[in-house]
């Protein structure tokens, strides 16, 4: 039989965010993340607009994650007429309704300034829950003449790849992939069996450190602070990036590696998604599941205080240096860590640890490309903090894990398109795929549609 879809690339094309893909055949719609734009100002406005396909006419959205550039047009989805089904793991469920909750927070603060509606309410979120159905990785759904199955994709607790497939073909929407070896989750799947692929690019372009040197530059950066007796920042993405430092932190403590110090998390995000991990313990590798059973808990060491409330988060100014404040959000665009960059910024003895990705016009990517000047809150700040990075904490594969990924189904694929990337990273993995493994790969543009046999 020769069937065909159509895929669309409406969003997370020709950027790192804003995950959203339409696939249509002349029977149904179905749409894999409805992300946000984040970043600029400019793509932030991006979210404003109407989508460009009628939401009425979609029949499901399969979601990969819960990060916000994957679900944080959801509610307004909603809001303009998806009445279809939702399906993604359990965890990516939880940690969803917790991030588009947060979100709106955000963006109901900044509506406040311009005097502008947010893009979806509260009884938008209460909407798109009621739409949610939770599906386990390998239990295949039947949706039209479809079987979508979920993945493992090692990116954040409840992850995955969406492999559509019908008549025997298959097209693989990567999402998000994991950088292994990850001290909690399992790692990516391999593929071997996919005609289609459409796979992310964060880090395209770029090799991360190993993972034992991060341990030793985290450790070197606390030991350090301490000595200088200075404030020790830690922007950090509440969801993985928040667990896996403290799973790493907590290992350091344990071990006696550094000195007892107070470390706050300071980030209620970061706090109530800390919850939801402890929840779904089962999705674990086997290394972490082995920790938990010999009794210790991951997430919880001497010294650690969870600041839920905004009270709690003042006192932190009380407590004299040094001392360890791990808050939100990771590139410094919001939440409480730039009331911290404020206060410590200007002064030598501290430190700033970039930890995560961080978006052009971002204040982290301002800082981390060295800007000694900053407006942080209406306030004039002179930076003369150090600002270090570690790259090894990514949560996304670097190039050559990307390319060991999309290598696995070199016999199969018939085109690879990558997405979910800045310009560079995506156009140089993309060469690299057609030099290397003569595979044709394509960097599709916001709006590119292809007609697939599927
Ligand atoms: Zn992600």
Same mark, same amino acid.
């Given at each position: 039989m020769n069937q065909k879809i159509k895929v669309t690339f409406y969003g997370g094309a020709g950027s790192v965010t804003g995950s959203n893909y339409l696939i249509e055949t002349d029977k149904m719609k179905m749409l894999v993340d409805c992300g946000l734009f984040q970043g600029t100002r400019v793509s932030e406005e991006r =979210?404003?607009?109407?989508?460009? %396909? =009628?939401?009425?006419? !979609?029949d499901a959205l399969f979601v990969t994650h819960a990060h916000l550039d994957h679900v944080g047009r959801i509610p307004k989805l909603v809001k303009e007429g998806f009445k279809g089904e939702i399906f993604s793991t359990a965890p990516t469920r939880d940690f969803g309704k917790l991030m588009l909750i947060d979100s709106l927070g955000v963006m109901r603060k900044e509506a406040r300034k311009s005097k502008e509606e947010t893009i979806y309410s509260e009884d938008d979120v209460d909407d798109a829950m009621k739409l949610w159905e939770t599906v386990d990785y390998h239990n295949r759904l039947q949706v039209g003449d479809f079987e979508i199955n979920f993945r493992e994709a090692?990116? !954040? /607790?409840?992850s995955a790849m969406i492999e559509i497939s019908r008549g025997g073909k298959k097209i693989l929407f990567s999402g998000d992939l994991g950088n292994p070896p990850n001290p909690i989750l399992r790692d990516m799947e391999k593929i071997s069996d996919i005609d289609y692929l459409s796979v992310e690019s964060t880090y395209g372009d770029r090799e991360h450190e190993k993972s034992t040197d991060t341990k030793l530059k985290l450790e070197r950066a606390i030991e350090n602070t301490v000595h200088e007796k200075g404030v020790l920042m830690i922007p950090a993405f509440s969801l993985e990036r928040t667990q896996k430092l403290l799973f790493q932190i907590d290992e350091l403590v344990e071990n006696g590696r550094i000195p007892r110090v107070p470390i706050f998390l300071d980030s209620p995000l970061a706090i109530k998604a800390t919850i939801i991990y402890k929840k779904y313990?089962? @999705? @674990?590798n086997d290394r972490a599941k082995e920790i938990l059973r010999s009794g210790d808990s991951l997430f919880q060491f001497p010294g650690l205080k969870m600041t839920l409330r905004t009270d709690e988060s003042k006192q932190i100014n009380n407590v004299p240096a040094p001392k360890i404040i791990i808050a939100g959000s990771g590139m410094s665009n919001g939440g409480r860590i730039i009331h911290h960059e404020r206060r %410590? /910024?200007?002064?030598?003895k501290n430190r700033l640890l970039i930890i995560g990705y961080q978006a052009s016009g971002s204040l982290g990517r301002r800082l981390l490309e060295g800007e000694k000047t900053v407006k942080i809150l209406g306030e004039t700040i002179s930076v003369r903090a150090k600002v270090e990075s570690i790259h090894? @904490?990514?949560?996304h594969p670097d190039m050559n894990d990307l390319f060991d990924f999309v290598s696995g189904s070199v016999d199969t694929l018939k085109k690879v398109f990558v997405v979910q990337g800045e310009p560079k990273s995506s156009l140089f993995f993309v060469q690299r795929l057609r030099d290397h493994l003569g595979v044709d790969a394509i960097a599709p543009k916001v709006g590119d549609s292809f007609i697939l046999d599927l």
């Open positions: =979210n404003k607009e109407p989508f460009p %396909y =009628n939401p009425a006419s !979609i090692g990116h !954040i /607790l409840g313990s089962r @999705y @674990y %410590y /910024l200007s002064d030598p090894g @904490y990514s949560a």
